[in-house]
């Protein structure tokens, strides 16, 4: 039986919204594991373009699904990703694979699939879980739910921030960055769009630690409410 004293925190929002830090950081001063959602889209995508299967073909990609072994295995500083046993960590964040992340996520079959899985990784709780519809749908009971945005030119200056990039590549890289935006908030199934019971908040104009304080004063708020028993956050956390 799940142990009730640990939570089901989850992070919502875009690409680029700081999500993954934050993500990664809570779990680790909870002593809790992070789970990037995205992370399993992108094996599927990437087994997808591996197998040739289009896009665009439902029935074949959920068939591909229930053929592929992904596992995350979350680690210090983000999450491992395995298809079929191979590290594809690195591949996975390509563009080509993040363009196909988006096209395969539209598919209500593969979504499906995907909610299934995830809920069965949060079985136990104590998990932080990150991505575009978990506090909607995979886990719309969760105890804490974060709805991390931010402005598109900031997200995507961030995004450039970690990587070289010429003027040109970046120009391509921010109208892809709006395209995927827009088909994530605009897709039939589970569009990326706030829980209404979520904590929204906007990190234009927030530096990475003033998100996370405000995250942990409403994480703490909200165990204070649900009288829960678990790490206290202002001690000190596995560095
Ligand atoms: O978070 P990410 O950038 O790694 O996600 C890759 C793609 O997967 C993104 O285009 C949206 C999709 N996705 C989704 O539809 N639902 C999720 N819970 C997580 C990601």
Redesign the pocket.
């Known amino acids: 039986m799940a142990d009730s004293r640990k939570l089901i925190i989850a992070i919502?929002g875009p690409?680029g919204a700081g999500?993954s830090t934050i993500a990664s950081r809570l779990a680790r001063k909870l002593g809790y594991v992070n789970l990037?959602?995205?992370?399993?889209?992108?094996a599927l995508a990437l087994k997808a373009i591996e197998w040739d299967v289009s896009f665009d073909d439902e029935q074949d990609l959920l068939k591909l699904a229930h053929e592929a072994r992904i596992q995350l295995e979350p680690t210090l500083t983000g999450n491992r990703v395995l298809l079929d046993g191979k590290d594809v960590s690195q591949r996975v964040r390509e563009p080509d694979v993040?363009e196909a992340?988006?096209r395969v996520?539209v598919h209500p079959l593969v979504?499906e699939w995907?909610v299934a899985r995830?809920q069965e990784m949060g079985t136990e709780g104590g998990i932080v879980m990150?991505?575009?519809?978990?506090g909607t749908k995979?886990f719309p009971n969760a105890q804490v739910k974060i709805f991390l945005d931010a402005d598109p030119v900031v997200r995507e200056q961030r995004r450039l921030a970690q990587k070289k990039m010429s003027n040109a590549a970046a120009q391509v890289s921010f109208a892809e960055l709006r395209e995927?935006d827009q088909?994530?908030r605009t897709r039939a199934a589970?569009p990326?769009q706030p829980a209404p019971d979520a904590l929204i908040l906007d990190s234009t104009r927030m530096s990475e630690e003033d998100v996370l304080q405000r995250v942990e004063e409403y994480v703490s708020a909200r165990l204070d409410t649900a009288g829960l028993d678990v790490p206290r956050l202002d001690a000190a956390g596995p560095t």
């Open positions: 919502d690409a999500k990037e959602s995205g992370a399993m889209y992108r993040t992340a988006s996520s979504r995907m995830q990150e991505g575009r519809d978990i995979v995927r088909r994530d589970s990326l």
